[in-house]
């Protein structure tokens, strides 16, 4: 397969190990081109603050043996495609992949993840899109640390990016969603999943409640499993343990006979 033109991105910010070990994997198929925030962007979902500066800086990143020119963006993971899309590159991308990430992305959060967003954003310009998170300990959320092996994730993120570029999918499927138990191996097997509709990243307040004081919510992961289908990508990667695989699509109409629908509305 010839090599494409591959759009890499994150929500972690350019600095991030993740994004570096997806590099390096996805330039064995691909030419890869990094255009990813400046800053620190988790949570973002797909959002396009107003307040982003809209600023490219080069940089010179050391990636599989060579130096790398990179773009750190001042705007969100979804900006961050956008201006790697209408700005940097000459033409669109034949894939956008979007991760790796610190801690998986799954259920009901997928809204706020901004390494779904970023990928939702390159589907909405018409390119195949993968999102890929790796699950870590809450601690390791936000941060840069070291002592998270990307290693195998990058195996998959390859292993899916080639499926995107060989295949043509079909016309609902507009980003995969892929995520990776801590322990897993290239020998790992994956498994198809849909999103849970049950909570995984729950919101709560802290043990400090002083409304005319700055107050971040803090949040736990948890899952019900005593009403946990055991088809989700919650069930499929805390239980089976292996690698989730959620096919999405940008299309956020319900899943009803719209006909039906509007009688019920009118009765």
């Not at 090599?3 to 570096?20: A, E, F, R, V």
Request: hydrophobic fraction near 40%; glycine fraction near 8%; include cysteine.
């Amino acid at each position: 397969m010839a090599k494409k033109q591959i759009l890499l991105t994150n929500d972690d910010g350019i600095q991030s190990p993740g994004l570096w070990a997806a590099a390096e994997a996805l330039s064995e198929i691909g030419y890869v081109t990094v255009a990813a925030p400046r800053d620190q962007s988790s949570a973002m979902g797909r959002s396009m603050p107003i307040t982003s500066d809209g600023t490219i800086t080069k940089e010179i990143v050391h990636v599989n043996g060579q130096n790398w020119t990179v773009y750190a963006v001042g705007g969100s993971p979804a900006q961050s495609v956008q201006h790697g899309i209408l700005r940097i590159l000459d033409r669109k991308p034949d894939l956008v992949v979007s991760g790796i990430n610190y801690g998986e992305n799954l259920a009901l959060g997928i809204g706020v993840s901004g390494t779904v967003g970023a990928a939702m954003e390159g589907a909405s310009f018409g390119c195949p899109a993968l999102a890929i998170s790796l699950e870590t300990d809450k601690e390791h959320h936000l941060s840069y640390s070291n002592d998270v092996n990307f290693s195998n994730a990058a195996y998959f993120a390859a292993f899916f990016a080639r499926k995107l570029l060989e295949k043509k999918f079909p016309a609902q499927v507009q980003v995969i969603k892929v995520d990776v138990p801590r322990e897993a191996t290239p020998d790992t097997s994956w498994r198809m999943s849909r999103l849970s509709p049950n909570p995984y990243y729950i919101p709560s307040v802290g043990e400090e409640d002083v409304w005319d004081k700055p107050h971040i919510l803090d949040y736990h992961v948890g899952a019900n499993w005593d009403i946990e289908p055991d088809d989700t990508d919650v069930y499929v990667m805390h239980k089976r343990r292996e690698v989730a695989v959620t096919p999405l699509t940008l299309d956020f109409t319900s899943r009803v006979k719209l006909e039906a629908f509007d009688h019920f509305l009118r009765e």
